[in-house]
């Protein structure tokens, strides 16, 4: 069974900074793309940063210059490190990961349960 565990949010002030990570855990063959959500209470899930196998990296405009995706294979595990952190970032933050549990198999998409970013004063 493949699971997601996410951790590091919590609440922080305007212009701080928060580093999420996200590590995958069970019996799988392989980790395709690798990303972070988040929603803010009242709003659609949105897409934050997200990164392919092969390293390219795409963020939300918003986050551009502030936000930093980052993996590592051996580890199974995707960061995303956030700084000059906005109010309007608060929302919780999904871990989600496209994984084939064996060779030849389309992959699925996973999700973590969720971690709670504040940005307040």
């Known amino acids: 069974q493949v699971q997601l565990v996410e951790s590091g949010g919590g609440l922080v002030q305007p212009g701080g900074s928060l580093r999420l990570s996200c590590a995958a855990s069970?019996?799988?063959?392989?980790?395709?793309?690798m990303g972070w959500y988040r929603q803010a209470p009242g709003k659609q899930r949105e897409l934050v940063a997200r990164t392919t196998s092969g390293g390219s990296r795409n963020y939300l405009d918003s986050v551009k210059g502030r936000f930093t995706i980052s993996r590592d294979n051996a580890k199974n595990t995707v960061y995303l490190q956030m700084n000059s952190l906005k109010p309007e970032d608060t929302a919780v933050y999904y871990c989600?990961?496209?994984?084939?549990?064996?060779?030849?198999?389309?992959?699925?998409?996973?999700w973590g349960q969720g971690t709670q970013v504040t940005v307040s004063s």
């Open positions: 989600n990961a496209d994984i084939a549990t064996n060779r030849g198999e389309i992959p699925y998409d996973y």
């Open positions: 069970g019996s799988f063959f392989s980790i395709f793309a």
